[in-house]
């Protein structure tokens, strides 16, 4: 047998044993959460992660902001304790509370050493059950996110991300911003807040993951503490299916130096069965950095930008594929032209067999490192908790990445990828 073939096949080997050694365990709570959970005593800590189903696609148009502002306000006091001293209790046991946002989820984690869980436990739960939202706070942060978001109306870079999603999702709640706008955040109060947190923080669109030095025994009382409190029978709103909108060409004048351009289509939702195809296939087009096809036209070939990128971002519902590039002003509809034609090369050809090795070499090799500490597991279990993946999906990661053809990439891109959706917007065109 070939060295290559044998280094690859025990790449693949250690990374089917790593993921497969982490265990996963998991149960649904009585009131509907969903627990998963990975017992580690290598370290003297615990991490615990908890992501609700209160992103801003839960945001309306009159009140964009509302779902963020919510995430971001119930870590700045609870149960009675104001921001500064919830801090500094946090800090005295030696503990880290973070908070997490995007488009489908709102999240909140904890990490503490596992001598000192019950306290920290003690105070996440208040963070999490029993948030102040104090006038007087809401006031300085709302006049924050409003001075925020008046920056970010100046940046290019700002400008075409928000744009580019309004061209993409139409009236959909993902074309919203998830700061919101100025006008929209001065509306939100007290109570907008409390009735999102009533009717969005529920134990039935709750997930727990609980990785490290704890006892099975001890992360199912653990997690019944999370979960009990939460209203549990409620079903939230369905997210609205994604509608193509029409192509649109958007450009918008700034005076920034260089243009902003994106272009793209929502194409994929989280548990696709066509992802991981599309997604290897993008490492070669242009998610690969400097050896990613769009990367060898645009900057190798022609020098017309440092750095090209494309991506899928999955959501619940169709996320969008995107490329984007920062060139000059009057190169970008060359840029462009240039993208279109590697983009439709690569979906009519697919890729070459060097190329699928490479980029098959670098995830199978790359996918242990993803995996070496506590919080990077935690940070891809409570991705597969949230979106319902199987709990084999890290153990068969590899191996399924592995046997992706080149000839399924193609019929792949074929099937998903209608560049006839495309949209562009262009901020600091000529």
């Known amino acids: 047998m070939p060295i290559k073939v044998i280094l690859i096949s025990m790449l693949i080997f250690l990374a089917n044993s790593a993921s497969a050694a ?91 050493l596992s001598e000192k869980r019950r306290e920290a436990i003690d105070l996440f739960t208040l963070v999490l059950h029993k948030p102040n939202f104090d006038n007087q706070t809401i006031k300085r942060e709302k006049k924050r996110y409003i001075a925020s978001i008046t920056q970010s109306e100046t940046m290019p870079e700002s400008i075409a991300s928000k744009a580019f999603m309004k061209v993409l999702y139409g009236e959909h709640p993902y074309a919203l911003p998830g700061s919101g706008e100025v ?9 907008d807040l409390q009735d999102f947190y009533k009717n969005n923080y529920l134990s039935n669109e709750l997930s727990i993951v609980i990785v490290g030095d704890i006892s099975r025994e ?58 991981l195809t599309l997604y290897l296939g993008n490492y070669i087009l242009g998610g690969g950095g400097f050896v990613s096809r769009l990367t060898q036209e645009i900057r190798e070939d022609r020098g017309l930008a440092y750095s090209v990128y494309s991506y ?35 979906i009519k050809n697919g890729p070459t067999q060097k190329e699928l090795r490479r980029a098959k070499d670098f995830m199978i090799g790359g996918f242990p ?6 919080k990077s597991i ?14 084999d999906y890290l153990e068969t990661f590899t191996t399924r990445i592995d046997r992706i053809t080149a000839e399924e990439i193609k019929s792949a891109f ?17």
């Not at 006008?183 to 109570?191: P, Q, S």
């Not at 700034?254 to 989280?270: E, F, M």
């Not at 490192?369 to 506590?374: A, I, P, T």
């Not at 935690?378 to 709990?391: D, N, Q, R, T």
């Open 22 to 112: 982490l265990n996963i365990q998991h149960w649904k709570s009585s009131n509907g959460a969903s627990i998963y959970f990975i017992e580690n005593h290598d370290l003297p800590i615990v991490d615990i992660n908890v992501d609700f189903r209160a992103g801003s696609v839960r945001d309306t148009k009159q009140k964009s902001g509302l779902a963020s502002l919510t995430n971001h306000m119930m870590v700045l006091g609870s149960g009675g304790i104001n921001e500064e001293d919830l801090a500094n209790q946090f800090i005295d046991i030696g503990a880290q509370l973070n908070s997490s946002f995007d488009q489908d989820k709102s999240g909140f984690s904890l990490r503490t």
């Open 183 to 191: 006008e929209t955040i001065k509306k939100i109060g007290k109570k």
């Open 218 to 275: 001890e992360a199912e009382d653990l997690a019944k503490k999370i979960s009990i409190g939460f209203p549990g029978s409620k079903i939230a709103e369905e997210i609205p299916l994604v509608n193509y909108n029409e192509q649109q060409d958007i450009k918008i004048s700034h005076p920034s130096k260089q243009a902003h351009l994106y272009y793209g289509a929502p194409i994929i939702k989280r548990g696709d069965p066509d992802f």
């Open 312 to 346: 899928f971002m999955p959501f619940l519902e169709a996320g969008p594929f995107q490329i984007g590039i920062q060139t000059k002003k009057d190169q970008v509809e060359e840029a462009k032209k240039i993208i279109q034609k590697t983009v439709s090369n690569f």
């Open 369 to 374: 490192l993803r995996l070496d500490s506590n």
């Open 378 to 391: 935690l940070e891809y279990v409570s991705m597969m908790a949230f979106y319902k993946y199987p709990l």
């Open 414 to 430: 074929q099937r998903r990828v209608d560049m006839s959706k495309f949209s562009t917007v262009i901020v600091g065109s000529e």
